[in-house]
Protein backbone atom coordinates (compact mmCIF):
# COMPACT_ATOMS: atom_id res chain seq x y z
CA UNK A 1 0.00 0.00 0.00
CA UNK A 2 0.95 3.79 -0.49
CA UNK A 3 0.14 7.12 0.28
CA UNK A 4 -1.50 8.93 -2.11
CA UNK A 5 0.77 10.99 -4.32
CA UNK A 6 0.19 14.79 -2.45
CA UNK A 7 -0.95 14.07 1.27
CA UNK A 8 -2.79 15.76 3.58
CA UNK A 9 -1.10 15.47 7.12
CA UNK A 10 -2.64 16.26 10.71
CA UNK A 11 0.75 16.33 12.91
CA UNK A 12 0.09 16.47 17.36
CA UNK A 13 2.22 18.45 19.74
CA UNK A 14 3.37 21.93 20.55
CA UNK A 15 7.00 22.17 21.30
CA UNK A 16 10.26 22.05 19.75
CA UNK A 17 10.26 18.67 17.80
CA UNK A 18 7.09 19.33 16.24
CA UNK A 19 8.36 22.27 14.63
CA UNK A 20 11.08 20.62 13.41
CA UNK A 21 8.79 17.96 11.93
CA UNK A 22 6.71 20.62 10.88
CA UNK A 23 9.76 22.10 8.85
CA UNK A 24 10.69 18.37 7.80
CA UNK A 25 7.24 17.76 6.45
CA UNK A 26 7.01 20.86 4.48
CA UNK A 27 10.42 20.34 2.68
CA UNK A 28 8.27 17.45 0.80
CA UNK A 29 6.79 17.90 -2.66
CA UNK A 30 4.23 15.11 -1.58
CA UNK A 31 2.55 17.29 0.54
CA UNK A 32 -0.69 19.19 0.35
CA UNK A 33 -1.55 20.70 3.78
CA UNK A 34 -0.14 19.92 6.99
CA UNK A 35 -2.29 20.65 10.28
CA UNK A 36 -0.38 21.05 13.47
CA UNK A 37 -2.53 20.80 16.71
CA UNK A 38 -2.45 22.39 18.23
CA UNK A 39 1.42 23.79 17.08
CA UNK A 40 3.16 27.10 18.56
CA UNK A 41 4.18 30.58 17.52
CA UNK A 42 7.08 28.68 14.68
CA UNK A 43 4.84 26.49 13.34
CA UNK A 44 2.07 28.46 11.92
CA UNK A 45 5.21 29.51 8.98
CA UNK A 46 4.71 25.39 8.09
CA UNK A 47 1.30 24.91 7.81
CA UNK A 48 -1.87 26.02 9.56
CA UNK A 49 -2.02 25.29 13.43
CA UNK A 50 -5.19 23.99 14.65
CA UNK A 51 -6.82 24.61 18.25
CA UNK A 52 -7.48 21.12 19.58
CA UNK A 53 -6.55 18.77 22.35
CA UNK A 54 -4.19 15.60 21.00
CA UNK A 55 -5.66 13.96 23.58
CA UNK A 56 -9.22 14.51 23.03
CA UNK A 57 -9.60 11.79 20.20
CA UNK A 58 -12.95 12.13 19.39
CA UNK A 59 -12.50 15.89 18.08
CA UNK A 60 -9.34 14.30 16.22
CA UNK A 61 -11.69 12.02 14.80
CA UNK A 62 -14.24 14.78 13.38
CA UNK A 63 -10.52 16.96 12.33
CA UNK A 64 -9.64 14.13 10.10
CA UNK A 65 -12.80 13.27 8.56
CA UNK A 66 -13.64 17.50 7.79
CA UNK A 67 -10.25 17.58 6.03
CA UNK A 68 -9.57 14.91 4.22
CA UNK A 69 -6.50 13.82 6.66
CA UNK A 70 -4.44 11.08 5.48
CA UNK A 71 -2.15 10.37 7.72
CA UNK A 72 -1.20 11.53 11.35
CA UNK A 73 1.78 11.73 12.52
CA UNK A 74 2.22 11.84 17.17
CA UNK A 75 4.79 13.94 18.55
CA UNK A 76 4.30 13.43 22.41
CA UNK A 77 3.96 10.58 24.20
CA UNK A 78 0.96 11.37 26.11
CA UNK A 79 -1.76 10.51 23.26
CA UNK A 80 0.53 7.30 22.40
CA UNK A 81 0.17 5.71 26.08
CA UNK A 82 -3.61 7.07 26.16
CA UNK A 83 -4.06 5.00 23.17
CA UNK A 84 -4.54 7.44 19.74
CA UNK A 85 -3.68 4.85 17.90
CA UNK A 86 -6.42 2.10 18.93
CA UNK A 87 -9.10 4.53 18.82
CA UNK A 88 -8.13 4.72 15.28
CA UNK A 89 -8.12 1.52 14.60
CA UNK A 90 -11.43 0.40 16.20
CA UNK A 91 -13.37 3.27 14.40
CA UNK A 92 -14.62 2.03 11.18
CA UNK A 93 -14.83 5.51 9.85
CA UNK A 94 -11.51 6.30 10.30
CA UNK A 95 -9.37 3.15 10.41
CA UNK A 96 -8.23 3.44 7.07
CA UNK A 97 -6.20 6.99 8.06
CA UNK A 98 -2.24 5.42 9.32
CA UNK A 99 -0.78 6.51 12.55
CA UNK A 100 2.68 7.10 12.79
CA UNK A 101 3.19 5.89 16.47
CA UNK A 102 2.74 2.87 18.46
CA UNK A 103 -0.41 1.20 20.01
CA UNK A 104 -1.35 1.51 23.56
CA UNK A 105 0.26 -1.80 24.35
CA UNK A 106 3.41 -1.24 22.59
CA UNK A 107 3.73 2.63 24.26
CA UNK A 108 4.12 0.85 27.56
CA UNK A 109 7.84 0.63 26.58
CA UNK A 110 8.15 4.18 27.59
CA UNK A 111 4.93 4.59 29.75
CA UNK A 112 5.73 2.35 32.42
CA UNK A 113 9.46 1.39 33.34
CA UNK A 114 8.34 -2.29 34.55
CA UNK A 115 7.00 -3.14 31.58
CA UNK A 116 10.35 -1.91 29.62
CA UNK A 117 12.46 -3.64 31.57
CA UNK A 118 10.95 -6.44 31.85
CA UNK A 119 11.04 -6.74 28.15
CA UNK A 120 14.34 -6.09 27.76
CA UNK A 121 14.99 -9.22 30.42
CA UNK A 122 12.98 -11.23 27.99
CA UNK A 123 14.53 -10.40 24.56
CA UNK A 124 18.22 -10.51 26.18
CA UNK A 125 18.70 -6.48 25.84
CA UNK A 126 21.87 -5.26 27.80
CA UNK A 127 20.42 -3.20 30.67
CA UNK A 128 20.62 -2.18 34.11
CA UNK A 129 19.61 -4.54 37.47
CA UNK A 130 16.27 -3.54 38.96
CA UNK A 131 13.93 -4.26 41.16
CA UNK A 132 10.41 -3.14 41.29
CA UNK A 133 8.38 -1.54 44.35
CA UNK A 134 4.88 -0.98 45.44
CA UNK A 135 3.29 -0.40 48.66
CA UNK A 136 3.11 -3.90 49.36
CA UNK A 137 7.01 -4.59 49.27
CA UNK A 138 8.29 -1.26 50.04
CA UNK A 139 10.44 -2.47 52.99
CA UNK A 140 12.03 -4.87 50.51
CA UNK A 141 12.84 -2.28 47.87
CA UNK A 142 14.55 -0.59 50.78
CA UNK A 143 16.25 -3.36 51.93
CA UNK A 144 17.11 -3.82 47.90
CA UNK A 145 18.58 -0.73 48.37
CA UNK A 146 21.03 -1.62 51.22
CA UNK A 147 22.17 -4.62 49.35
CA UNK A 148 25.26 -5.64 47.31
CA UNK A 149 22.71 -5.77 44.21
CA UNK A 150 23.09 -2.01 44.05
CA UNK A 151 25.78 0.54 45.08
CA UNK A 152 25.42 4.27 45.48
CA UNK A 153 24.54 6.45 43.51
CA UNK A 154 21.17 4.98 44.09
CA UNK A 155 18.57 5.12 40.69
CA UNK A 156 14.69 5.61 41.72
CA UNK A 157 12.17 5.97 38.54
CA UNK A 158 8.78 6.39 38.96
CA UNK A 159 7.03 3.63 36.74
CA UNK A 160 4.75 6.16 34.71
CA UNK A 161 5.07 9.24 32.83
CA UNK A 162 5.93 12.37 34.70
CA UNK A 163 6.69 14.61 32.66
CA UNK A 164 10.56 13.87 32.63
CA UNK A 165 11.15 14.74 36.42
CA UNK A 166 10.28 11.13 37.82
CA UNK A 167 13.99 9.74 37.96
CA UNK A 168 15.91 10.28 41.08
CA UNK A 169 20.00 9.70 41.22
CA UNK A 170 20.83 9.75 45.41
CA UNK A 171 23.90 9.11 46.74
CA UNK A 172 23.33 8.66 50.38
CA UNK A 173 21.18 5.34 51.30
CA UNK A 174 19.37 6.41 53.95
CA UNK A 175 17.96 9.75 51.80
CA UNK A 176 17.04 6.79 49.01
CA UNK A 177 15.08 4.87 50.84
CA UNK A 178 12.87 8.28 52.56
CA UNK A 179 12.63 8.94 48.72
CA UNK A 180 11.79 5.97 47.65
CA UNK A 181 8.97 5.89 50.65
CA UNK A 182 7.88 9.70 49.71
CA UNK A 183 7.88 8.37 45.97
CA UNK A 184 5.24 4.94 46.73
CA UNK A 185 3.39 8.07 48.96
CA UNK A 186 2.40 9.78 46.05
CA UNK A 187 5.48 12.31 45.56
CA UNK A 188 5.03 12.14 41.28
CA UNK A 189 0.98 11.31 42.20
CA UNK A 190 0.13 8.29 40.06
CA UNK A 191 3.21 7.50 37.70
CA UNK A 192 5.07 6.94 41.58
CA UNK A 193 2.69 4.20 42.88
CA UNK A 194 5.06 1.91 41.03
CA UNK A 195 9.06 2.63 41.64
CA UNK A 196 11.62 1.02 39.72
CA UNK A 197 14.90 0.64 41.57
CA UNK A 198 18.09 0.64 39.18
CA UNK A 199 21.66 0.05 39.51
CA UNK A 200 23.92 2.86 38.18
CA UNK A 201 25.26 2.67 34.90
CA UNK A 202 28.48 4.44 34.77
CA UNK A 203 29.27 6.34 31.71
CA UNK A 204 28.08 8.73 28.97
CA UNK A 205 25.20 8.78 27.58
CA UNK A 206 23.89 8.83 23.71
CA UNK A 207 20.04 8.57 22.23
CA UNK A 208 20.00 6.41 19.29
CA UNK A 209 16.41 7.06 17.13
CA UNK A 210 14.74 4.05 14.68
CA UNK A 211 12.29 4.26 12.59
CA UNK A 212 10.34 1.30 12.07
CA UNK A 213 7.64 -0.47 10.43
CA UNK A 214 6.93 -3.23 13.37
CA UNK A 215 9.39 -5.69 11.20
CA UNK A 216 12.18 -3.81 9.47
CA UNK A 217 13.80 -0.63 10.64
CA UNK A 218 16.11 2.27 9.72
CA UNK A 219 18.75 3.22 12.16
CA UNK A 220 18.38 7.53 11.79
CA UNK A 221 21.15 9.58 13.14
CA UNK A 222 22.27 9.40 16.77
CA UNK A 223 22.39 12.34 19.11
CA UNK A 224 23.68 13.73 22.51
CA UNK A 225 21.50 15.65 24.93
CA UNK A 226 22.44 17.93 27.84
CA UNK A 227 19.64 17.51 30.64
CA UNK A 228 20.98 19.69 33.38
CA UNK A 229 20.05 22.86 33.05
CA UNK A 230 23.87 24.46 34.42
CA UNK A 231 26.98 24.42 32.49
CA UNK A 232 29.16 21.13 33.35
CA UNK A 233 26.47 18.87 33.94
CA UNK A 234 25.25 20.59 37.01
CA UNK A 235 21.88 21.57 38.74
CA UNK A 236 18.57 20.55 38.26
CA UNK A 237 17.16 18.09 35.56
CA UNK A 238 15.71 19.33 32.42
CA UNK A 239 13.66 18.57 29.25
CA UNK A 240 17.06 18.85 27.82
CA UNK A 241 19.45 22.14 27.53
CA UNK A 242 20.70 21.05 24.12
CA UNK A 243 22.03 18.06 21.89
CA UNK A 244 24.22 17.47 19.26
CA UNK A 245 24.90 14.96 16.27
CA UNK A 246 26.94 12.89 15.08
CA UNK A 247 28.48 11.63 18.20
CA UNK A 248 32.03 11.28 18.05
CA UNK A 249 32.66 7.99 20.59
CA UNK A 250 29.32 6.12 18.33
CA UNK A 251 32.03 4.86 16.16
CA UNK A 252 31.16 2.26 13.46
CA UNK A 253 32.78 0.12 16.15
CA UNK A 254 29.90 0.83 18.48
CA UNK A 255 27.12 1.43 16.70
CA UNK A 256 27.09 -2.28 15.29
CA UNK A 257 27.14 -3.56 18.92
CA UNK A 258 23.87 -1.45 19.40
CA UNK A 259 22.62 -2.79 16.27
CA UNK A 260 22.78 -6.26 16.79
CA UNK A 261 22.67 -6.36 20.56
CA UNK A 262 19.65 -3.94 21.25
CA UNK A 263 18.01 -2.62 17.58
CA UNK A 264 17.98 -6.18 16.38
CA UNK A 265 16.64 -7.59 19.34
CA UNK A 266 14.34 -4.90 20.01
CA UNK A 267 12.64 -4.93 17.05
CA UNK A 268 12.25 -8.95 16.85
CA UNK A 269 10.92 -8.50 19.90
CA UNK A 270 8.17 -6.07 18.89
CA UNK A 271 7.16 -8.49 15.97
CA UNK A 272 7.62 -11.85 18.27
CA UNK A 273 5.11 -10.21 20.58
CA UNK A 274 2.71 -9.14 18.15
CA UNK A 275 3.18 -5.54 19.20
CA UNK A 276 1.35 -2.92 16.71
CA UNK A 277 4.66 -0.61 16.27
CA UNK A 278 4.69 1.78 13.76
CA UNK A 279 6.60 4.79 14.54
CA UNK A 280 9.53 5.70 15.95
CA UNK A 281 11.84 4.18 18.80
CA UNK A 282 13.87 6.38 21.16
CA UNK A 283 16.55 4.43 22.80
CA UNK A 284 18.31 6.05 25.54
CA UNK A 285 21.87 4.19 26.06
CA UNK A 286 24.78 4.07 28.12
CA UNK A 287 28.32 3.93 26.59
CA UNK A 288 29.79 2.09 30.06
CA UNK A 289 33.37 1.60 28.36
CA UNK A 290 32.65 0.81 24.66
CA UNK A 291 29.69 -1.40 25.94
CA UNK A 292 25.82 -0.20 25.47
CA UNK A 293 23.47 -0.37 27.94
CA UNK A 294 19.55 0.62 27.87
CA UNK A 295 18.42 3.33 30.28
CA UNK A 296 14.98 3.76 28.61
CA UNK A 297 12.73 3.20 25.80
CA UNK A 298 10.59 6.63 24.34
CA UNK A 299 7.94 5.29 21.71
CA UNK A 300 8.48 8.44 20.22
CA UNK A 301 11.53 11.30 18.65
CA UNK A 302 13.55 13.42 21.66
CA UNK A 303 13.19 16.77 22.37
CA UNK A 304 15.48 18.56 21.51
CA UNK A 305 17.61 15.71 19.82
CA UNK A 306 14.75 15.77 17.07
CA UNK A 307 16.05 19.55 16.21
CA UNK A 308 19.48 17.82 15.43
CA UNK A 309 18.35 14.32 14.21
CA UNK A 310 16.02 15.72 11.17
CA UNK A 311 18.36 18.58 9.47
CA UNK A 312 20.68 15.95 8.93
CA UNK A 313 18.23 13.87 7.68
CA UNK A 314 18.17 14.83 3.54
CA UNK A 315 15.70 12.18 2.15
CA UNK A 316 12.10 13.08 2.28
CA UNK A 317 9.99 12.70 4.84
CA UNK A 318 6.86 11.81 4.25
CA UNK A 319 8.57 8.65 1.90
CA UNK A 320 9.89 7.42 4.89
CA UNK A 321 6.21 7.54 6.81
CA UNK A 322 4.80 5.82 4.37
CA UNK A 323 7.31 3.12 4.67
CA UNK A 324 6.28 2.68 8.38
CA UNK A 325 2.92 3.17 7.79
CA UNK A 326 2.68 0.35 5.06
CA UNK A 327 5.32 -1.54 6.11
CA UNK A 328 7.68 -0.85 3.06
CA UNK A 329 10.29 0.63 4.87
CA UNK A 330 13.03 -1.83 3.56
CA UNK A 331 11.86 -0.45 0.30
CA UNK A 332 13.03 3.15 1.49
CA UNK A 333 16.09 4.84 1.04
CA UNK A 334 17.53 6.98 4.23
CA UNK A 335 19.81 9.80 3.27
CA UNK A 336 22.00 11.17 6.10
CA UNK A 337 24.52 14.77 5.53
CA UNK A 338 27.66 14.17 7.31
CA UNK A 339 27.94 17.29 8.73
CA UNK A 340 27.46 17.95 12.41
CA UNK A 341 24.10 19.34 13.89
CA UNK A 342 24.17 21.45 17.15
CA UNK A 343 20.42 23.18 19.28
CA UNK A 344 21.10 24.99 21.58
CA UNK A 345 18.11 25.79 23.91
CA UNK A 346 16.91 29.29 25.24
CA UNK A 347 15.01 28.91 28.40
CA UNK A 348 12.74 31.17 30.65
CA UNK A 349 14.77 32.76 33.47
CA UNK A 350 13.91 30.29 37.18
CA UNK A 351 13.30 27.19 34.46
CA UNK A 352 12.70 24.01 35.02
CA UNK A 353 11.81 25.74 38.57
CA UNK A 354 9.14 28.46 38.47
CA UNK A 355 9.38 30.99 35.59
CA UNK A 356 7.06 33.96 34.11
CA UNK A 357 5.48 33.20 30.46
CA UNK A 358 4.36 35.73 28.28
CA UNK A 359 7.76 37.63 27.43
CA UNK A 360 7.80 39.40 24.14
CA UNK A 361 11.18 37.92 21.89
CA UNK A 362 12.73 40.32 20.07
CA UNK A 363 15.60 39.73 17.10
CA UNK A 364 13.44 36.32 15.90
CA UNK A 365 14.77 35.99 12.26
CA UNK A 366 12.36 36.00 9.58
CA UNK A 367 10.83 33.17 8.30
CA UNK A 368 12.72 32.26 4.65
CA UNK A 369 11.39 29.88 2.12
CA UNK A 370 15.34 29.01 1.10
CA UNK A 371 15.37 25.76 2.92
CA UNK A 372 12.20 24.68 2.37
CA UNK A 373 10.05 27.22 4.21
CA UNK A 374 8.68 26.29 7.62
CA UNK A 375 11.24 27.82 10.20
CA UNK A 376 12.73 31.11 10.56
CA UNK A 377 16.53 30.64 9.68
CA UNK A 378 19.25 32.70 9.36
CA UNK A 379 22.57 32.21 7.15
CA UNK A 380 23.42 30.30 9.40
CA UNK A 381 20.72 28.45 11.75
CA UNK A 382 17.67 27.15 12.22
CA UNK A 383 15.19 28.52 15.17
CA UNK A 384 12.50 26.45 15.90
CA UNK A 385 10.36 27.35 18.44
CA UNK A 386 9.21 24.93 21.56
CA UNK A 387 7.74 27.08 23.80
CA UNK A 388 5.71 30.20 22.10
CA UNK A 389 2.58 31.61 21.02
CA UNK A 390 1.24 34.77 19.58
CA UNK A 391 0.17 37.95 21.55
CA UNK A 392 -1.77 40.49 19.90
CA UNK A 393 0.28 39.96 17.04
CA UNK A 394 3.66 39.80 18.69
CA UNK A 395 5.81 36.13 19.50
CA UNK A 396 5.81 35.66 23.03
CA UNK A 397 7.41 32.91 25.48
CA UNK A 398 4.94 30.23 26.56
CA UNK A 399 7.03 27.88 28.21
CA UNK A 400 10.15 27.07 29.95
CA UNK A 401 12.01 26.05 27.03
CA UNK A 402 11.16 28.49 24.39
CA UNK A 403 13.47 28.29 21.40
CA UNK A 404 15.77 25.69 19.76
CA UNK A 405 18.31 27.06 17.87
CA UNK A 406 20.19 24.29 15.77
CA UNK A 407 23.06 25.29 13.06
CA UNK A 408 24.71 22.71 10.88
CA UNK A 409 29.06 22.97 10.50
CA UNK A 410 31.85 20.78 9.35
CA UNK A 411 32.68 20.38 13.08
CA UNK A 412 30.99 20.84 16.95
CA UNK A 413 32.69 23.67 17.44
CA UNK A 414 31.58 25.52 13.86
CA UNK A 415 28.33 24.55 14.39
CA UNK A 416 27.69 25.65 18.37
CA UNK A 417 29.72 28.86 17.42
CA UNK A 418 26.72 29.46 14.85
CA UNK A 419 24.39 28.48 17.04
CA UNK A 420 25.46 31.12 20.35
CA UNK A 421 26.04 33.63 17.17
CA UNK A 422 22.47 33.49 16.44
CA UNK A 423 21.46 33.68 19.85
CA UNK A 424 23.16 36.83 20.58
CA UNK A 425 20.65 38.66 18.04
CA UNK A 426 17.75 37.01 20.38
CA UNK A 427 15.80 38.56 23.13
CA UNK A 428 13.77 38.34 26.02
CA UNK A 429 13.24 39.06 29.43
CA UNK A 430 15.44 35.99 31.75
CA UNK A 431 16.46 34.33 28.58
CA UNK A 432 19.37 31.76 29.46
CA UNK A 433 21.35 29.41 27.67
CA UNK A 434 23.66 26.75 28.10
CA UNK A 435 26.94 28.07 26.92
CA UNK A 436 29.19 24.46 27.11
CA UNK A 437 26.91 22.37 24.73
CA UNK A 438 28.90 19.45 22.53
CA UNK A 439 32.77 21.08 24.60
CA UNK A 440 32.11 17.53 26.84
CA UNK A 441 33.12 15.00 23.53
CA UNK A 442 35.95 17.95 21.68
Known sequence: MKLPQ???????????????????????????????APGNAGTRACGINADLDPSNFPALKQFVLNNYINLVVVGPEQPLVDGVKDYFLNDPEIRHIPVIGPSQEAAQLEGSKEYAKAFMMRHGIPTAAYFTVTKENVEEGCAFLASDKVRAPYVLKADGLAAGK??????????????????????FGTASKKVVIEEFLSGIEVSVFVATDGVSYKILPEAKDYKRVGEGDTGLNTGGMGAVSPVPFATPEFMEKVRTRIVEPTVRGIREEGLDYTGFIFIGLMNCGGEPKVVEYNVRMGDPETEVVLPRITSDMIDLFEGIAHRTLDEKVLEVTPQTAATVVCVSGGYPGAYEKGKPISGLPTVSAAIGGGAAVTENSIVF???TALKEGRVVTAGGRVLAVTSLGDSIPAATAKSYATIEGIGFEGLYCRRDIGRDLL
Open 6 to 36: TVNILLLGSGGREHAFAWKIAQSPRLEKLYI
Open 166 to 187: GVLIIDDLAEAQAELRAMIDGK
Open 385 to 387: HAG
